[in-house]
């Protein structure tokens, strides 16, 4: 389903600061909704010499309210706006709604943000990550997803990873006595592979069941085989998901800390930002946390508190480039690195404006990748490359992505949601 807008100046004319030089002034953008393999959402901005941006707009389960706010309430502004103007246009854009902050906004200032930095790098002739001080390193190390309902079947898919060329590995299994558990590919999709989130094509979002006694129970054992069988070295990571309190989350960080994981995350809500001060008190595993954040601050005491070792948040859903960018250097000042969430329910767009940014800041740590469905790719052409465990965004002019409309149009988009949890007692719990 493709959403075309106005092309012609908004009535009153633009909401430029100041008189557009003819060529890079915005002349259209598109909101792309298509679902290959899964929903996402793309905005397009085209100027008017024909330069054209992509920006990641999907919000996973909420896909059509962030299209929306493009465009019903974002697009008509942008028209006439010089496309060069990226930080009054964020500016604008945060303030001017007058209500801030929240996953749908911060979304859709994100789409315009990394479209328009997508063009600004196109105008220069430049791979983006050149615009944000050039590359720090040779390549961005990721880690990939394996899961398991057994041992047996876990270490298959930590051998298969690492085949792929994975050098960290994400572990996530089921749980006895729990049906369903968040994570674990055998469950979310008939093949065998996590291949894409979980998100349930369906007019409701699916029930599962939840344990978290029964999950701290058994998690250690796990990472202690894991460790037995695959050596010391491998980075190990873990995702909590924000099931647990803050006391059996410091309970499960002194339990995994003989198995020396890389992180372990989201390992209890963080709304409250004070919860972590606990958990930090008790663990030295290292912590990450963020990926549903979507403002600065959101992390504010976090970071200053340096109550976690990494951040987790997504280009997508903090505002894009411009505003991750400010959180991750007020994160290096405490000695916090990166850790972008990268989930295939951030599109390939937003894929490729993470990794401009994993390339150019000082303190990267490390970047989630689930590879796309082939699906995905035939929608989403893609110039980054992953050897060796390395990812890099390649050095096309721009984010190094394109988006074939006719592809997209064979793939409507489709309501899913994500999952929840209940617990025993039926109270619903996080997923
Ligand atoms: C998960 C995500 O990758 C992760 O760390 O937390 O896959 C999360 O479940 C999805 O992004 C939700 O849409
Ligand atoms: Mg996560």
Redesign the pocket.
């Known amino acids: 389903m493709t959403t075309h807008t106005p092309t012609t100046p908004t009535p009153q004319g633009s909401t430029a600061p100041s008189a557009t030089p003819g060529g890079t002034a915005i002349r259209s953008a598109e909101v792309l909704v298509s679902s290959p393999g899964r929903n996402f959402v793309t905005l397009r901005i085209t100027t008017s010499d024909g330069v054209t941006g992509l920006g990641d707009a999907t919000l996973?389960?909420r896909e059509l309210a962030v299209a929306s706010y493009l465009r019903d309430h974002v697009v008509p502004l942008l028209i006439g706006r010089d496309a060069h103007t990226i930080e009054d246009t964020w500016q604008f854009l945060y303030r001017s709604a007058y209500w801030r902050r929240g996953p749908v906004t911060m979304a859709a200032i994100a789409a315009v943000d990394v479209a328009l930095w997508d063009i600004k790098a196109k105008l220069a002739g430049l791979p983006l990550y050149q615009l944000l001080g050039g590359a720090s390193r040779r390549g961005i190390m990721a880690y990939g997803h394996a899961s398991g309902r057994d041992l047996p079947e876990l270490f298959d898919s930590i051998r298969q990873h690492l085949d792929e060329g994975y050098r960290s590995i994400r572990v996530q299994t089921s749980v006895p006595g729990v049906d369903a558990v968040?994570g674990v590919a055998a469950q979310a999709s008939e093949g065998g592979r996590y291949d894409y989130?979980p998100?349930r094509r369906a007019p409701l979002p699916a029930e599962e069941d939840w344990d978290t006694r029964a999950y701290l129970r058994h998690v250690p054992g796990v990472f202690e085989a894991v460790r037995a069988e695959f050596g010391p070295e491998l980075p190990l990571l873990h995702?909590g998901?924000h099931r647990m309190t803050p006391i059996q989350a410091a309970r499960l960080g002194k339990d995994l800390e003989p198995y020396d994981l890389f992180w372990l995350?989201?390992c209890t809500p963080a709304e409250n930002q004070e919860a972590l001060r606990l958990v930090r008190h008790h663990t030295t595993t290292p912590l990450a946390i963020g990926?549903i954040f979507n403002t600065v601050w959101d992390y504010q005491t976090i970071i200053r508190e340096q109550l976690v070792d990494y951040v987790r948040s997504a280009v997508t859903h903090t505002g894009g480039i411009t505003a991750l960018r400010r959180i991750l250097d007020f994160a290096a000042q405490y000695q916090i690195k990166s850790g972008i969430?990268g989930?295939t329910?951030i599109s390939p767009v937003g894929m490729a404006a993470a990794l401009h940014l994993d390339l150019a800041i000082h303190n990267f740590g490390i970047q989630?990748y689930m590879k796309h469905s082939p699906l995905t790719d035939e929608v989403f052409r893609q110039s980054f490359t992953f050897v060796d465990g390395h990812l890099h965004p390649g050095d096309a002019p721009g984010l190094g992505v394109e988006h074939d409309d006719e592809a997209a149009a064979r793939f409507e988009y489709q309501p899913a949601y994500?999952p929840f949890n209940r617990l025993k007692d039926g109270t619903v719990h996080d997923w």
């Open positions: 996973n389960g968040y989130e998100a995702d998901h995350e989201d990926e969430h989930p329910d989630e994500l």
